[in-house]
């Protein structure tokens, strides 16, 4: 926008011209920082202040208070400080030039710090550097002020005793010491190096051996493991030639027990079935044959019986024949010379049953009109002793 102006973060603004109001203390430009304002052309007039960091180098010779001349090197860090008053010092003094400031710091310091190592002795300086700092800062404090300026830091980079040796011969038992303690550090870092490699040494061939005794396990691992692949090949063939033989023995036991079934259905009970017939058979023949032997003796004896008894009649005749002639007493009239005829024919019987025994070689015959069976004669026995007729 025309006329309106804006400082950097790092700068400020200041703006102359004008009536500037105020007590005693009136500065104669208005000071703007971290914002901007309108400027009048041609009425105002505007600057700019730098309150960036900026750095001063000292490089100065200094004598201590033993007379000894010591190099010290020094950097200064500083800036314009950030109230209204400092810049205002700051302005009036370094807004034609800037880069004066540096200058300046430099030279105020160097004053400060001969002035400072003058009354310290080489011993102090080189000991507490940090004091020397603090003591130079407190001697340039109220000057820095005065001209608007602010240091952030202030570092002692170098202090040298220009080659007299005074530094070297205040270190050299220090040194020794230094020496002597970095000698033993050394060979302690040595041996406990020697003891480290020592231990590390054994571990490894500790690890080898470890790696070595895993290494022949495992490959004997590996080894059996191949064996047993190339052994599980034959392994299975005889056994599944194994099974197959016990399969087969099985199908055998089968087929034996299948054939011995079959034997028994096609020869054994077929020859069974022929010996039982042939034996039915023989059984049969030869009861038949019995059966026609009876058969033939008791025809034989049947007609030999009938022969006997066909003859009966003339045996019969010939004892009535004999009794015709003979003289018998019949008692009892009628009654007795039929009695006398009974007794006959039963005697008769008698004869006749004992000729049938005699003939078949047993002990009975036929029963003949009633006679027993069982060699009695008939069934009216033998005529009573009293009863015969008496001659």
Aim: charged fraction near 20%.
């Amino acid at each position: 926008m025309f006329g309106y102006r804006v400082p950097s973060p790092n700068e400020a603004m200041l703006i102359s011209g004008g009536k500037q109001r105020g007590g005693s203390d009136v500065t104669p430009f208005r000071i703007v920082v971290g914002h901007g304002a309108f400027v009048l052309p041609v009425v105002r007039k505007v600057s700019f202040l730098t309150l960036a960091m900026q750095e001063a180098e000292v490089i100065e010779d200094c004598y201590t208070q033993q007379g000894l001349t010591l190099g010290v090197r020094a950097v200064i860090a500083f800036k314009v400080a950030d109230d209204p008053g400092s810049i205002s010092n700051a302005a009036r003094r370094f807004q034609a030039d800037q880069r004066q400031m540096s200058t300046l710091v430099g030279r105020i310091f160097s004053g400060h710090l001969r002035s400072i190592i003058g009354s310290m002795t080489v011993e102090s300086i080189i000991r507490d550097q940090q004091r020397l700092g603090e003591a130079i800062l407190d001697a340039s404090k109220g000057e820095m002020a005065r001209i608007g300026l602010n240091v952030d830091s202030l570092q002692i980079s170098q202090i040298d005793d220009k080659g007299s040796g005074y530094i070297a011969a205040l270190a050299a038992p220090h040194q020794a010491d230094v020496n002597r303690a970095a000698n033993v550090a050394r060979a302690a870092a040595d041996q406990a190096s020697a003891e480290a490699q020592q231990e590390s040494d054994r571990n490894q061939a500790e690890f080898a051996r470890q790696t070595a005794v895993a290494r022949a396990e495992y490959q004997a691992e590996i080894d059996v493991a191949q064996q047993k692949a190339a052994q599980a090949g034959p392994l299975a063939a005889a056994q599944a030639q194994q099974d197959v033989l016990a399969e087969q023995a099985k199908v055998a036991a089968k087929n034996a027990v299948l054939r011995e079934a079959q034997l028994q259905a096609e020869v054994v009970k077929p020859a069974q079935a022929e010996a039982e017939r042939v034996r039915i058979q023989a059984e049969a023949a030869a009861h038949a044959t019995r059966l026609s032997a009876q058969a033939a003796a008791s025809e034989g004896r049947i007609a030999l019986q009938q022969a006997v008894i066909a003859q009966l009649p003339d045996i019969m005749n010939s004892a009535a024949a004999g009794l015709q002639n003979a003289n018998l007493t019949v008692l009892n009239g009628t009654q007795g010379v039929n009695e006398a005829i009974a007794t006959l024919a039963a005697q008769g019987g008698a004869v006749l049953q004992s000729v049938l025994g005699s003939l078949h070689g047993i002990g009975a015959a036929p029963q003949l009109g009633g006679a027993a069976t069982d060699g009695t004669g008939p069934d009216y026995g033998p005529p009573p002793e009293g009863d015969l007729p008496q001659a």
